[in-house]
């Protein structure tokens, strides 16, 4: 129901967008986040955006390099990352959650899609 893309490899300071496009249900209600997670550590949350409304928000980290956006029209929502660095090289997941305030945590997500990888070399 989750369908991440868009991962790749590239260069330090270049840019990526990923796409999660959603089906089998209406999300359009939802809350819906991007995860990473690198080799040995824990998934970390990266942003989320209630779809209903456009709220987002952002880890510090990504905060002024990443947009998280949705299309109501193509049932997809992105992560457009830009200035990528060697520290953002991750498997990322997108997520949903039927609760509708922004939330960070893995377990409040109950719908996940397979991962995407993303590797920055530099």
């Known amino acids: 129901q989750l369908q991440a893309s868009g991962g790749g490899l590239v260069q330090t300071g270049d840019s990526l967008r990923l796409s999660c496009e959603v089906s089998?249900?209406?999300?359009?209600?939802?809350?819906m986040a991007w995860f990473r997670q690198a080799p040995g550590k824990a998934r970390e949350f990266i942003a989320a955006?209630?779809?209903?409304?456009?709220?987002?928000y952002y880890t510090d980290s990504v905060k002024g390099r990443f947009t998280i956006s949705r299309d109501n029209a193509k049932n997809t929502v992105y992560l457009q990352m830009n200035t990528l660095k060697p520290e953002d090289a991750a498997v990322y997941y997108c997520a949903a959650t039927p609760r509708t305030i922004l939330l960070i945590y893995t377990y409040d997500y109950d719908y996940w899609g397979q991962g995407t990888q993303v590797t920055v070399s530099s």
């Open positions: 089998g249900r209406t999300f359009s209600s939802y809350t």
């Open positions: 955006i209630r779809w209903s409304v456009g709220s987002t």
